[in-house]
């Protein structure tokens, strides 16, 4: 097989692989967690404790951990507390089922998302 062919074969397998990757992240809310899976491999966790307010609108930079090409109308962005930790995007399939589900597990916790925005809109 021609090396270029070979390269263009094995560039395209891996772009297939990383798309399919991304469609399988999952988001689970723990008791004191919310978990980032992909394959049931947790690849980033965030304390329950550090989140400061959720928002739909995205403004600068974020950590993108979306599972969908197009997530405008199923993005959440997670602030944190701290002025240098990026805010998390994620796109969990029901928006406000999901933050429901972590508002609920905060007050669990006894913290509770301060200044969230109303997402109802």
């Known amino acids: 097989m021609h090396p270029a062919l070979l390269g263009i074969v094995i560039l395209g397998g891996t772009l297939l692989l990383t798309l399919w990757l991304k469609s399988q992240l999952r988001y689970r809310v723990g008791e004191r967690t919310l978990r980032i899976s992909v394959l049931g ?26 599972n969908v090409w197009r997530p405008k109308h199923r993005q959440l962005i997670l602030h944190r507390h701290g002025t240098l930790k990026r805010p998390l995007l994620i796109t969990p399939e029901h928006r406000y089922v999901f933050m429901k589900q972590l508002q609920a597990a905060q007050s669990k916790l006894g913290a509770h998302l301060q200044g969230t925005e109303d997402i109802s809109e």
């Open 41 to 66: 491999i947790t690849l980033r966790r965030v304390p329950l404790t550090d989140i400061e307010r959720v928002s739909k609108r995205k403004r600068g930079f974020v950590e993108n951990w979306s």
